[in-house]
């Protein structure tokens, strides 16, 4: 009877550990690393946790180089010709052209440091600089300054646009994916 219990949990114990690491084998699937030697060392450049970075490029492209928006947002990161010149100035990066924007690596480092950018303007408060990364910075400061949105000018208690706020709210949880499937317990 002891024999059969412990072969019992035996059995049990050996399915629950195939289903983790099936689990998380067919998550890293839908929630990859790619472009991680970019990631990581851009990442760690600007001082940002490279599972946000992967986050914010799976929403806005999932990993795809040449993606262009209906708005004409450009590459991994999703970034505007008019940003990515700016970006490019702050930078010392001569002679911008957009279709730099295309190279994944260009991408990458622009967009992280813009992120970085956001959070170091919005006193490190992650969800103002991914509200800024979509619906722009001009809007996030407009929203913090009109009671119907902040209600202490620091917090966003409610984003007007519907796709920021839903941008916002889709980042989060990608994040929240990716450290749950890569972050070592």
């Not at 490279?50 to 929403?59: G, M, N, S, T």
């Not at 040449?66 to 001569?94: C, E, F, V």
């Not at 990458?108 to 490190?124: A, C, P, Q, T």
Request: charged fraction near 25%; charge should be positive.
């Amino acid at each position: 009877m002891i024999k059969r219990w412990v072969l019992f949990l035996l059995i049990i114990l050996a399915i629950l550990l195939t289903f983790e690491m099936n689990t998380h084998y067919f998550l890293k699937k839908f929630y990859p690393l790619k472009y991680e030697e970019y990631v990581n060392s851009y990442s760690k450049e600007f001082g940002l946790d490279p599972y946000l970075v992967f986050a914010i490029i799976k929403v806005e492209s999932n990993f795809n180089p040449y993606a262009i928006s209906n708005r004409n947002a450009i590459g991994l990161m999703q970034i505007m010709p008019d940003t990515g010149r700016w970006i490019a100035a702050k930078l010392g990066m001569k002679d911008f052209k957009e279709e730099i924007l295309f190279n994944p690596e260009v991408n990458i480092k622009m967009g992280v440091w813009y992120l970085h950018y956001l959070l170091k303007n919005f006193d490190g408060n992650l969800k103002l600089a991914l509200a800024a990364y979509n619906g722009g910075c001009g809007n996030v400061d407009l929203w913090l300054k009109d009671k119907r949105f902040s209600q202490d000018g620091r917090q966003l208690h409610s984003i007007p646009f519907p796709e920021t706020d839903r941008y916002v709210k889709k980042v989060l949880a990608v994040y929240q994916m990716y450290k749950f499937i890569y972050t070592k317990k």
